[in-house]
């Protein structure tokens, strides 16, 4: 169990490390994303200082990386006879703690949100949704992504307790330091919500 438990936290963290808006503009426009915009290295920031090619792109890699870190985890957790819902829970936070403070990159990414969002894909699809569902609802209402992006962050330990799971708490503790994270994160976005000075998305 103590060897899965590292193997998971380590592989999850380097794959969270691997961030697409910075791969993308360091090696096809040689510059650095975090230079550019918003400063901040995730989807929104490459729809706005890079145009929509850059950012689905990001969107993808940085979707497909939370899926692709519990995916692995749950094969090494079955290698060890070591499945466990807390070990998949410590995989989606392992990975978004890559892609907040990734190590090939001096320790400083994006925000969290989406790969927080995509790595519940394959730990419970009921999550998922009501993370997906909430973002959606208040940035089709808003057209402010920040918005949609810190409620679903909040919704994310509010589902995970409702789910109750045989009364482990771990799994819900966990998704509070997540969404704590997170929150964080987008400290500035909330201080420019609260002014009423955040950006919306105008374009389709």
Same mark, same amino acid.
């Given at each position: 169990m103590f060897l899965s438990i590292i193997l998971i936290s380590i592989v999850s963290y380097l794959i969270g490390c691997i961030n697409t808006s910075l791969i993308i503009t360091k090696v096809f426009k040689k510059r650095d994303i975090r230079e550019m915009g918003?400063? +901040?290295?995730?989807?929104?920031?490459?729809?706005?200082?890079? #145009?929509?090619?850059?950012?689905?792109?990001?969107?993808? #890699? $940085? =979707?497909?990386? #939370?899926?692709?870190?519990?995916?692995?985890?749950?094969?090494?957790?079955?290698?060890? +006879?070591?499945?466990?819902?807390?070990?998949?829970?410590?995989?989606?936070?392992?990975?978004?703690? #890559?892609?907040? =403070?990734?190590?090939?990159?001096n320790f400083r990414g994006g925000k969290g949100i989406?790969?927080?969002?995509?790595?519940?894909?394959?730990? $419970?699809?009921?999550?998922?949704?009501?993370?997906?569902?909430?973002?959606?609802?208040?940035?089709?209402?808003?057209?402010?992504?920040s918005l949609g992006s810190v409620c679903a962050a909040i919704s994310y330990p509010v589902s995970v307790f409702f789910m109750k799971y045989e009364n482990n708490i771990i799994p819900f503790v966990i998704s509070v330091i997540t969404c704590s994270i997170v929150i964080f994160r987008h400290k500035d976005n909330i201080k420019r919500l609260l002014s009423g000075t955040e950006k919306k998305i105008t374009k389709k």
């Open positions: 918003s400063g +901040n290295a995730g989807f929104t920031n490459a729809l706005r200082t890079l #145009g929509k090619k850059t950012a689905v792109i990001t969107f993808a #890699g $940085d =979707f497909i990386k #939370g899926i692709l870190a519990v995916w692995i985890s749950l094969i090494i957790s079955n290698l060890f +006879n070591s499945y466990s819902l807390n070990l998949l829970y410590l995989s989606s936070f392992m990975c978004v703690l #890559g892609h907040i =403070f990734p190590c090939f990159f989406l790969t927080a969002w995509s790595s519940t894909l394959l730990i $419970d699809l009921r999550v998922f949704v009501i993370l997906i569902s909430v973002f959606l609802i208040l940035f089709l209402l808003s057209k402010i992504i």
